[in-house]
Each structure stands twice: as C-alpha cells, then as structure tokens.
C-alpha cells in the first residue's frame, strides 16, 4: 500500500521532481513503523522513480533533458529488439491482437478528450510490446525504463498530451502503424515507426523543459 500510494503521488507530480522523503515524516503520515517505508523507498529506487543520495537521503529525481533523450535512447533500442524478436518468431499475428486491444482503447480515449486515459494506454501499448517478444531480459530491463518513462508522461498536462498526439487521426495513429507493421512483417517499417514516435516524444518533452510546463487543465 504504501509503495502504491508513494508511486501514485511521484508519477502524478504530487511529490514534485527535486523533493527529499524523510522516512520519519512518512511513518507518521502513514501510520506505519519505518520498516515498512525503507522498503518502500528501495523498491522505487530500483524502479527508478527514487534517487538515493549519500547519507541516505531519498528524493524524487530531477530528470533533465539529457536524461529524457537517454531514457528515450534506450527505449528505442529495447522496443525495436522486442519488434524485430516478434517477427523473426512468427508471433506477429498474435502480438498484433493483444497490441490492436489498446489501440482501439487509445483511439476511443483520445476521440473522447480523456488524455489522461491515453497516456495510461500509450504506456500499456508499449509495455505489451515487449512482453510479446518472450524475453524476460528485455522485460526485465524494460521495466526500469519504462518506469523513468513514467516520470516524464505523468507530468505532461492534457494539453501537452494532446500536442504529443497532433496530425494523428483515430484509427491512423503511429501505434496502429506500428502494430500493422509488425503484424505484416515490416521489420524496417515498424523500427522506424518506433524510432519516429520516440523522436517525436522527446521533441515535446524537450519542448515542455525550455518553455515551463503549462498550466494543468
């Protein structure tokens, strides 16, 4: 519970990026003895979303644009390793209905204006890619990427979410593109779609970083 709730709050900028946990505060807060949050703090840590410093002092990173374009780097290089597995497995046909599933959610949320319920559904797409290819090594490593995804696209606001999705109609998407192309084979097409989308991403993230974020809707 209190690893749920501390990740809720990281992800949706409640604890913004730069603040420094005190275990003490916490257990207060929480109700719980001390044990209970060091555990907590270390499994965020290993997933990313925390930062240990010297002194064991604990606080929720300050991610730069440096680090967006790394994050974003070694996703391009896992998700396109994921992709190439699928195809060269013949899994293609199989891997296309779990990922068809959150393009049409996707397509629905986004025709509805639920931006929120798109980047849930974004992340989920990505997340099935490479747990499709079969490797528990990619997966594994995956999870920690994706974990540090979490913390650049749970800060975007609703219109900065919208912008990230702009010149994609339903059913036109980059993620249907990619889905259809590892469905048909494409290697060369769904790696560059991938890395198109991972471009595209780190643009309006980096956008978001030079200009300040937007006011929340």
Not at 36 to 62: D, T, Y
Not at 99 to 107: G, P, Q, T
Not at 186 to 193: I, M, Q, S, V
């Amino acid at each position: 519970m209190v690893t749920e709730r501390l990740r809720e709050d990281i992800i949706e900028g409640t604890l913004a990026p730069g603040t420094q946990l005190s275990e003490v505060e916490l257990a207060t807060n929480f109700g719980v003895s001390r044990g209970p949050i060091r555990e907590a703090l270390q499994r965020l840590i290993q997933e990313g979303l925390l930062r240990g410093e010297p002194h064991r002092r604990v606080s929720v990173p300050v991610l730069t644009k440096e680090d967006v374009a790394d994050i974003y780097l070694a996703r391009t290089a896992l998700e396109s390793a994921a992709a190439q597995s699928i195809i060269a497995s013949g899994k293609s046909e199989e891997a296309f209905e779990q990922l068809d599933r959150n393009v049409r959610a996707m397509d629905s949320a986004e025709a509805a204006g639920d931006w929120e319920t798109v980047k849930r559904h974004d992340l989920d797409f990505h997340t099935v890619l490479v747990a499709a290819s079969g490797s528990r090594r990619l997966q594994r490593m995956f999870s920690t990427v994706i974990s540090e995804t979490r913390l650049c696209v749970g800060a975007l606001t609703a219109e900065e979410a919208r912008h990230g999705h702009e010149g994609e109609s339903p059913g036109e998407g980059t993620h249907r593109k990619i889905s259809e192309m590892i469905r048909d084979g494409d290697t060369a097409g769904a790696l560059e779609a991938l890395k198109k989308h991972f471009d595209d991403a780190v643009s309006v993230l980096a956008g978001r970083d030079a200009e300040g974020p937007a006011p929340r809707k």
